[in-house]
């Protein structure tokens, strides 16, 4: 399968630190590394309960106006710091949008405490839609005021034109040397 998201633009509920640093894009780089310029980190929850999200963590990808893609498996590498990773009773959401602020859940994961590189098969295809996000369900494990860390995110599926799967797409080479198909 292909990764589509050097076709979208990262988006994410906010970032931990000053400019550059833990930006959502640099979930999505290409870079399996823990550091401030190749991951990204939510912003603080403020809360000591791990059953209270008081800032909704997610990460995700906007594929653009007039532009829809459709996703059959999420992979995602999280923090090399165990505080900073969801496990066990920690779920994560799948969830897609059309319009970037209603959200509809496709399917929760539960995803392993470690620093992998996780692949998670949807039960089923989502639907064709513009926003995809990855939400925290639940705070990291972490002491009060922890971040959800995320190395890496891929998303494999289909990207097409108002849900047009077909169509021509221009090539070119993008950040860090990766092939980029945008539509025509």
Not at 89 to 107: F, R, V
Not at 157 to 181: H, K, M, P
Request: without cysteine.
């Amino acid at each position: 399968m292909v990764d589509i998201t050097t076709e979208a633009q990262a988006i994410a509920s906010g970032f931990l630190g000053p400019d550059p640093s833990w930006q959502p894009s640099n979930a999505f780089d290409d870079v399996y590394a823990y550091n401030a310029t190749d991951a990204w980190a939510s912003l603080a929850s403020n809360s000591s309960s791990p059953d209270v999200v008081t800032k909704p963590a997610y990460i995700g990808q906007d594929f653009g106006e007039g532009n829809t893609a459709t996703l059959d498996e999420i992979k995602i590498q999280q923090s090399a710091n165990s505080g900073n990773r969801l496990s066990g009773q920690n779920a994560i959401s799948l969830e897609y949008s059309d319009n970037g602020t209603t959200w509809t859940e496709h399917e929760k994961f539960w995803p392993n405490d470690d620093a992998t590189l996780q692949t998670f098969t949807l039960g089923s295809s989502t639907p064709a839609k513009r926003y995809f996000r990855i939400r925290a369900l639940k705070n990291p494990p972490g002491i009060a005021g922890s971040v959800w860390g995320v190395m890496e995110v891929e998303m494999h599926g289909t990207t097409g034109a108002g849900g047009d799967a077909g169509g021509a797409f221009a090539l070119g080479i993008g950040r860090r040397g990766r092939v980029l198909r945008r539509r025509r």
